[in-house]
């Protein structure tokens, strides 16, 4: 079940209706055939984003028996916009909703979560499940929490001077520590009880709680550290050359590639690692690979994987941003701000 987070920045615009005559409508069709309309590429960013957004925990485990006592997950995002100072403050609002509708007004039970004003670097709320909306979500869900129970939020941002907001959605992870077919808690290879001061009492990805039984881990987000260029950390200051390639090469910690257990359909446990992917974004200039990462092949080399080469283009301050994503919906990311310097100077860090 795919829980990454997907976020849709892309606003509706009307289609252009023209009448003409037969003859001229014809040329017209032959002439749109040999035309290919220039869209930005999704990567590159000239005006108000939504990037990426983040839940936590990205991960609430509860009980199949009792699930009314839900921990509340901190909502954050990554929303960006170069046309506006960092100060500027713009109207937000976060909603909650079942997932079978494409936005939470059209899902058959929504709540509103947070309304109000910040600077984009300031979006971030506290929100707790309801009991109904988990029971509406369960109820709705064709595997029955099966790999858990679907859940939508949705960030809506109004641009300055506009009534239309843009639109961002994340599927938060609520997941149970039994199978909800009724078996026992994920034991991995262990058979029974463990115990909790013993050295490595459960296998990789569980833990011993207070009861002696080995159970899930909850995924954590991942860490970017930190964003090489080259070999080079990029810093505060740090400027390069218009025209210049580049290789990014993203960091994160070993431990950000967590093991983890998932209930299977006859009844057992499988366990897994996660893998992370990473999407890149830049104000100007060309990227080789905007997407990397994902589950590595035995024909390429894992680092080589997970960078993706930048060319700027336009002189001025920019923005580099990477989203680093794991297979559980954890999400992470770095903000690097540098500076494009003309072609004929020279760049230092």
């Known amino acids: ?137 369960l109820r709705r869900d064709q595997y029955r929490g099966f790999g858990g129970v679907p859940v939508k939020v949705q960030l809506n941002v109004w641009p300055k001077g506009e009534a239309v907001p843009v639109l961002g959605m994340k599927r938060l992870v609520y997941a149970f520590h039994e199978s909800p077919l009724g078996q026992s808690p994920a034991t991995g290879t262990l058979s029974g009880p463990c115990r909790p001061r013993t050295t490595s009492p459960c296998d990789e990805g569980l833990v011993c709680d207070g009861d002696g039984i080995c159970r899930k881990i909850p995924n954590r987000n991942p860490r970017l550290t930190r964003l090489l260029a080259g070999r080079e950390p990029i810093v505060d200051g740090w400027s390069v050359l218009a025209g210049s390639r580049i290789t990014l090469w993203p960091e994160t910690s070993e431990q950000d590639l967590e093991p983890y257990w998932v209930f299977t359909f006859d009844g057992g446990t499988l366990a897994l690692k996660e893998y992370l992917s990473y999407a890149y974004f830049v104000t100007t200039g060309r990227l080789s690979s905007p997407t990397t990462g994902g589950e590595p092949s035995p024909f390429v080399d894992l680092r080589s994987n997970i960078s993706s080469r930048w060319v700027p283009l336009t002189a001025g301050q920019t923005n580099v941003w990477v989203v680093a994503r794991d297979d559980r919906g954890g999400t992470g990311w770095i903000s690097v701000p540098l500076e494009v310097l003309p072609a004929f100077k020279s760049a230092a860090p």
């Open 1 to 137: 079940m795919d829980t990454r987070a997907v976020a849709h920045t892309r606003r509706a615009r009307p289609a252009l209706q023209v009448r003409l005559p037969g003859s001229r409508a014809m040329l017209l069709l032959l002439l749109l055939q040999g035309c290919t309309p220039d869209f930005d590429d999704v990567w590159k960013v000239k005006d108000l984003r939504i990037l990426a957004i983040q839940a936590d925990p990205p991960e609430v485990l509860l009980h199949v028996q009792s699930s009314t006592s839900i921990p509340p997950v901190t909502v954050r995002a990554l929303v960006v916009d170069p046309r506006i100072s960092a100060d500027q403050q713009l109207d937000w609002e976060l909603w909650a909703c079942t997932p079978e509708a494409r936005t939470c007004d059209q899902a058959s039970t929504h709540i509103q979560v947070h309304r109000g004003r910040s600077r984009l670097d300031q979006i971030q709320t506290s929100f707790q499940l309801t009991p109904d909306l988990l029971a509406d979500a």
